[in-house]
């Protein structure tokens, strides 16, 4: 099917893990983005992809290590988990300019415990 | 960076009646503003965006203002209906030279009551 997908929906995991979300797109968007959504912050952004092997850092990159070997995978590495990084975590696409619209997966939601 | 503040943080309204929320945003230099609703459990959709060589923007029952002078703009939902009920959240971003990077508000929680 087309269109955005993240995994795993949910995950439990302990302080010092590591642990990788994944975001699989299938509409070859140059344009990858990870952002964290807390309550009282909206969506902060944590790394973002203008293309395949090129990334940078958003907002909030401390703790975070991305990758981008393929144009339509792009994921998410908690070096080691801490309870902070717990959130729900969005992965987005979107073509670049002049077409700015940000295609958003379902979400992840990570706890730390 | 830019810094986007959104209000209010919840919003109930009676069916019906029209619903306004409200977004500034620091960097003059930004020129493009979309908004997104994010409906429980999913991840946030487009639902309306306007550039900033526009002053207002209408699709049916959502338009967007903007005023840049005073670097605000708002969505303004008419004649709400229970399926508006959602997290709206604003956004700022800069078209050119800015890396393609969407700055968001904080969002709102709009519950529209039967």
């Known amino acids: 099917d087309a269109g955005i997908t993240q995994s795993p929906r949910y995950k439990i995991t302990e302080t010092g893990r590591q642990v990788t979300l994944m975001c699989h797109q299938t509409?070859?968007?140059?344009?990858m983005f990870w952002y964290r959504q807390d309550l009282g912050h909206g969506l902060r952004l944590i790394y973002y992809?203008?293309?395949?092997?090129?990334?940078d850092k958003g907002e909030v990159p401390d703790g975070y290590v991305v990758s981008r070997s393929k144009t339509e995978n792009f994921p998410l590495t908690l070096e080691s988990a801490t309870r902070s990084q717990t959130s729900v975590y969005f992965c987005?696409?979107?073509?670049?300019?002049?077409?700015?619209?940000?295609?958003f997966g379902q979400g992840t939601r990570l706890t730390v415990v | 960076g830019e810094n986007v503040e959104q209000h209010p943080s919840t919003l109930s309204v009676q069916e019906g009646d029209s619903a306004v929320i409200k977004c500034t945003y620091s960097?003059?230099?930004?020129?493009?503003f979309p908004w997104y609703k994010q409906e429980l459990g999913k991840g946030p959709q487009l639902i309306i965006d306007?550039?900033?060589?526009?002053g207002e923007k209408k699709d049916q029952r959502i338009a967007v203002t903007l005023n840049k002078t005073a670097k605000h703009f708002s969505l303004h939902i008419t004649e709400t209906q229970p399926e508006d009920s959602a997290v709206y959240f604003c956004?700022?971003?800069?078209?050119?030279?800015?890396?393609?990077?969407?700055?968001f508000g904080t969002g709102t929680q709009l519950k529209v009551e039967l």
């Open positions: 987005a696409s979107g073509s670049g300019p002049p077409n700015t619209e940000a295609f």
């Open positions: 509409w070859s968007h140059s344009y």
């Open positions: 992809s203008a293309a395949a092997d090129i990334t």
């Open positions: 960097d003059s230099a930004s020129n493009y």
């Open positions: 306007i550039r900033s060589n526009v």
């Open positions: 956004a700022a971003y800069i078209l050119t030279g800015g890396g393609n990077k969407l700055t």
